[in-house]
């Protein structure tokens, strides 16, 4: 089992910036994957941005140019750094991770999830 737990929500002003934390920890080898996913009210989960253990990058196109994505596998740690965000990043962030074992399985966990209100 994999426990995550996730930091660094909050309240900014538009064109602030925020900074997301998501710390595995428990039975965390094998971790390959590791993202954020967001929900904003009234609309399905998406997933926002992801890295891969050889760094491997994905951003939604809403976030491009202004969402980085890191990770540290010696903490096993992923941080989402959120800059010039805007109102419709307001969301409930989720951190993610994949956990795969020696025959291909696919293990998904989620962090409880942390509010990022953006104001105008």
């Known amino acids: 089992q994999v426990q995550l737990v996730e930091s660094g929500g909050g309240l900014v002003q538009a064109g602030g910036s925020l900074r997301l934390s998501c710390a595995a920890s428990?039975?965390?080898?094998?971790?390959?994957?590791m993202g954020w996913y967001r929900q904003a009210p009234g609309k399905q989960r998406e997933l926002v941005a992801q890295?891969?253990?050889?760094?491997?990058?994905y951003y939604a196109d809403s976030v491009k140019g202004r969402f980085t994505i890191s990770r540290d596998n010696t903490k096993d740690t992923v941080i989402l750094q959120m800059t010039s965000l805007k109102p419709e990043d307001t969301a409930v962030y989720y951190c993610?991770?994949?956990?795969?074992?020696?025959?291909?399985?696919?293990?998904?966990?989620w962090g409880q999830g942390t509010q990022v209100t953006v104001s105008s």
């Open positions: 993610n991770i994949v956990q795969s074992d020696l025959v291909g399985g696919r293990y998904p966990y």
């Open positions: 428990g039975s965390s080898i094998g971790i390959s994957d």
């Open positions: 890295i891969t253990r050889d760094s491997s990058l």
